[in-house]
């Protein structure tokens, strides 16, 4: 990976990277939560960014002269570069759509309770300029935006959004793969429209994108070796394995209910403390003993006590 400093002005410090149409500009710590990494693709006739991070509020004209946004997936960290562009098409996955509309929309898709809603909402607009988009366009798997001599495409791969979607550009090969993020953390399927078992087959398709370069939204931001996408991936895979497993050796220890095992974490450690916590360990715990029950290696009885079938 190599990066150049870009020569405008203000984004001087931004690292940039750039292959043919397309350019990866890198957010704070390689797109480090709550920043991300901005690509932006320069069609012959359209100017698309696709996703917009913090980072896209220190790049100057070439964001702000973006005729469309395509938005992967919606969540607040890729709506942060959105306010500066009152004018431009936003186009979000059919399934993420009305989040992407509506602030009602998008805490919901959160699960986020009724009384934490104000002081989430408070968080996002001070950290993120959050602002609705009610232009927000819909499109669906297989959606492909002709930018003139280069063009996006969207893949449907669900999981840590019901929408989610890979964006990928020819001819570069460039695939923005956005929260299939590779990260330490793995992946995150903790939202009311996230799925465990979509998020398993996603991964399982991403070695079949016809890409050359991948680029992350977060942390990894981007890979050209193959062989080093495989082996990040398989250890991202490996994280939910490693969920299921810690839930087992919880449930090996005695019976527990989804309230004992959410005071265990799964996820984060003991001492986090943020408002959707709980939530997030509870609907992520949920699915992993959805499934196990599914496979009879855990059973529950009528009074919601989980325990090892
Ligand atoms: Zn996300």
Redesign the pocket.
């Known amino acids: 990976m190599t990066s150049q400093p870009s020569d405008a002005g203000s984004a001087a410090a931004i690292p940039r990277l750039d292959f043919g149409r397309v350019s990866v500009f890198l957010g704070e710590k390689n797109g480090k939560y709550p920043d991300g990494n901005q690509v932006i693709v320069r069609g012959s006739d359209t100017r698309a960014v696709l996703d917009t991070p913090l980072v896209a509020n220190r790049i100057g004209p070439e964001f702000d002269s973006a005729d469309i946004v395509v938005l992967g ?1 919606v ?1 607040e ?2 709506l942060a570069g959105l306010h500066r562009l009152p004018k431009a098409k936003v186009y979000a996955p059919d399934a993420d759509l009305e989040a992407a509309r509506s602030w009602e929309a998008l805490g919901a898709a959160y699960g986020t309770r009724e009384e934490h809603l104000p002081q989430m909402l408070e968080k996002f607009q001070r950290d993120f300029f959050y602002a609705p988009r009610p232009d927000a366009i819909g499109y669906a798997d297989g959606a492909v935006w002709d930018l003139g001599q280069v063009r996006v495409e969207a893949v449907h791969m669900p999981g ?2 019901a929408g989610h979607s890979v964006l990928l550009v020819e001819p570069e090969g460039v695939a923005f793969l ?2 299939i993020d590779l990260g330490g953390f793995g992946p ?1 399927y903790g939202d009311t429209t996230s799925n465990l078992a979509d998020f398993r087959r996603t991964i399982a398709r991403v070695p079949d994108i016809p890409a050359r370069v991948w680029v992350t939204f977060h942390h990894r931001a981007v890979y050209t070796d193959r062989g080093r996408l495989l082996t990040d991936l398989a250890a991202y895979a490996a994280k939910i394995d490693e969920r299921e497993k810690r839930l087992v050796e919880l449930l090996a220890a005695g019976p527990k209910t989804l309230a004992d095992l959410v005071a265990c974490r799964l996820l984060y450690p003991a001492d986090y403390q943020e408002l959707w916590v709980e939530d997030v360990e509870a609907r992520t715990i949920s699915q992993h003993l959805a499934e196990l029950t599914a496979n009879g290696r855990v059973q529950v009885d009528e009074t919601g006590l989980y325990r090892l079938g």
């Open positions: 997936h969540h960290d890729h840590h959004t956005g929260d995150y």
